[in-house]
């Protein structure tokens, strides 16, 4: 049975006759989830602040917009800002597609070819495409991109678990290209790069494997447009899970798709940060949100295109508060085009799963709008995989279905393995020349702040003071709800003998021990205090890994947890500029990753006068390195260090091979006596 969201419509685009069943009170008001972790002191209050901040976020929908024209005017930004968090190219290019064929089955009314195709040189997509066994000559069909789900299915590919929709469309005169996913393809590549192999500098690089399946799917539409037996003004797109959610990538990205009809692929904000439902998915799920959206900005992009937006009941990853969230949200954005009836939900009974009323629906809708046949569909369950565990049957056996059919087959060339190191580009910035250092730094600070720091305000607020003078520490709030400490080690007896500041900025990595370095670096009149900022010491928080949930979640909003960090450093230092005056200067200090956090902090906070490094990793994607969201977009360590000119930048430790760009920017700063390498 099949729980539809609204009333049916008397409307060709809209024959869903479903029953309305009401919700469960528990389920309207939110799903119960397992509890949140509590083992560390800092658990509670970073999961309070994410709350909130995706509260914010998720509040901003449809702010500003009244009208259909209101939308279209925000459309085409909406469409680069899009491009830009899946890590695309606002306009992808198109290289050639190089489609091969090798193989061919005939099945009982229709036709598979093996192929791949390559969506960048080298980036190979496996597909399984079925046709009809008889199509009239010179007769263009419709057709139908099916992504896939995570389905294991080892060397033979994902596609292979979804045959039998495939087999159904090609019997009803539907052309089906479907598609292997980059992870569960026949070359099987990492769609879990955060969410447990550490490679946290996928955040630094902008890249997720949602980013690789979005343009799998672009450039697989390009190919059924290619096909001589293809109406390219019929193309629908449909898939289940990590298949639902690349529906909705590329049916927002490419208007080329006419209908849209993803299962089980999006919840919203509330649902994967506030209720942690994101541990349950893997990164292909995400993009990440440079831009802020409210989650359902994605699916609206798809307006007023039909969807059909269908989800279960008992779906422990797509609940049902957040599904109600959003189709209530398409319908207001469809209703502003006066298409209300081209949007509709079906809710199965059930849990992640397809079963007879999702099919039926699926396929009727897509008959509708692509072949004007509202017909009820009847035949939806013939030859569907069936069995589980090491006994599935399939009416096509899967190592027929491969496209290359031995491992000396797969392309010696393929970059499908190593992708998420050349996907998205590195910037490549050269040193300013003499007398350009000033517009230099001002184009890089410009796109820092439009795609990495976006949350900074203006300039950030001095730290609140809660609670001070217990054992030389005091315990600020440098945002609402982010609670921090700065110890003073060097107590003075009035703030006017001193003559500078030295904030030592910790990490997880740092001990209470004062660095001999630091000791070094100390002169009478000096005073000293040490930052700790969020997740560190007594407000550390529980990581697991997997999830990652903590980090993952702040990518979701816009932000890594280092970013939070290098706010806490700089609400300190504005701190103490407030206890002690405008004339005694602070520097920071740092090591190993601490010491980026502290550079980073200066570039953004001009009552910094100094920073004090050691062994500060030289790239974020050294290992160990704090990661900011995009930043290798824009720039690496060695161009922050540079834009500290003309401030004083002492570095210590054997980094000479890697200073050389700092000490060519602070040249062309006309202040290479500021910078200083022990």
């Not at 290209?177 to 099987?188: K, R, S």
């Not at 649902?271 to 541990?279: A, F, G, K």
């Not at 009820?376 to 569907?384: A, I, N, R």
């Amino acid at each position: 049975m099949c729980r539809s969201r609204k009333p049916a419509k008397k409307s060709l685009h809209s024959p869903f006759l479903f029953v309305i069943v009401l919700i469960v009170a528990s389920l309207a008001a939110g799903q119960e989830y397992g509890r949140p972790d509590r083992g560390q002191p800092g658990d509670e209050m970073i999961q309070a602040y994410l709350g909130r901040e995706t509260e914010k976020i998720h509040e901003r929908f449809l702010r500003d917009i009244k009208t259909a024209d209101d939308w279209e005017k925000r459309r085409p930004t909406y469409k680069q800002e899009y491009f830009h968090m899946l890590g695309l190219p606002p306009k992808p290019v198109k290289t050639p597609l190089k489609a091969t064929v090798t193989g061919t089955l005939e099945g009982d009314g229709y036709v598979v070819d093996m192929l791949h195709y390559q969506s960048r040189p080298k980036l190979y997509v496996t597909a399984n495409l079925y046709r009809p066994a008889e199509v009239t000559e010179g007769r263009r069909l419709p057709a139908v991109l099916y992504v896939c789900g995570h389905a294991r299915r080892g060397r033979n590919g994902n596609k292979t678990a979804y045959q039998s929709h495939g087999i159904w469309f090609a019997r009803h005169g539907v052309v089906c290209l479907m598609l292997d996913t980059l992870q569960m393809g026949e070359i099987a590549a990492i769609h879990h790069g955060t969410y447990r192999e550490g490679r946290w500098w996928w955040h630094s690089r902008g890249y997720t494997s949602a980013g690789v399946e979005c343009l799998n799917g672009i450039r697989g539409i390009d190919y059924l447009i290619s096909r001589p037996d293809v109406d390219p003004g019929r193309i629908a797109v449909t898939g289940i899970s990590g298949g639902g959610a690349a529906t909705f990538w590329i049916a927002a990205a490419d208007e080329r798709v006419r209908v849209a009809v993803p299962v089980s692929g999006m919840a919203d904000l509330p649902s994967y940060v506030t209720n942690r439902v994101i541990n349950g998915h893997c990164d292909c799920m995400f993009l990440y949100n440079t831009f802020q959206w409210p989650w359902t900005t994605i699916a609206a992009l798809v307006a007023p295109r039909p969807m059909l937006f269908i989800n279960s009941d008992a779906d422990p990853i797509f609940p049902m508060d957040a599904n109600q969230r959003v189709i209530n949200r398409l319908e207001r954005i469809y209703s502003l085009y006066g298409r209300s009836d081209f949007v509709d939900s079906v809710v199965s009974m059930g849990g992640h799963a397809y079963r007879k009323d999702v099919r039926r629906a699926a396929y009727r809708f897509i008959n509708i709008h692509l072949k004007n046949d509202p017909s009820p569909v009847t035949d939806s369950e013939v030859d569907l995989v069936t069995g589980s565990g090491n006994k599935p049957r399939h009416p096509i056996e899967p190592e027929r279905l491969r496209v290359f059919p031995e491992d000396a087959d797969i392309p010696q060339d393929e970059l499908n393995t190593t992708i998420d190191r050349h996907f998205v580009p590195m910037a490549k910035v050269d040193p300013p020349r003499r007398g350009e250092f000033t517009s230099w730094k001002a184009t890089l600070l410009a796109e820092l702040r439009r795609v990495t720091f976006r949350y900074f305000p203006g300039r950030i607020p001095a730290a609140r003071l809660l609670h001070g003078d217990q054992k030389d520490v005091d315990r600020l709030e440098s945002e609402p709800g982010i609670k921090i400490r700065l110890q003073h080690l060097r107590p003075f007896a009035s703030a006017g003998d001193t003559q500078r500041i030295m904030m030592v900025v910790r990490d997880a990595t740092s001990t209470e021990t004062l660095s001999g370095w630091i000791r070094k670096a100390l002169e009478p009149g000096d005073a000293l205090y040490v930052c700790t900022p969020r997740g560190v010491g007594a407000s550390k928080w529980t990581t697991k890994d997997p999830p990652n949930y903590i980090e993952r979640s702040h990518v979701l909003l816009g932000r890594t947890v280092d970013t939070g960090r290098v706010w806490d450093i700089i609400a300190a230092a504005r701190h103490l500029r407030a206890k002690y005056g405008k004339d005694v200067p602070i520097h920071v200090l740092g090591e190993g990753a601490a010491g980026v956090l502290a550079a980073y902090a200066a570039l953004w906070e001009e009552d910094i006068a100094g920073v004090m490094l050691n062994a500060p990793p030289l790239s974020h994607m050294d290992a160990g390195a704090p990661q900011f969201l995009n930043v290798l977009r824009v720039c690496d360590v060695p161009d922050v260090l540079g834009m500290l000119a003309p401030r004083e930048l002492t570095v210590h430790g054997n980094h000479a091979d890697r200073l050389g760009k700092v000490a060519d920017i602070y040249a062309a700063a006309e202040a290479s006596a500021k910078f200083v390498r022990e």
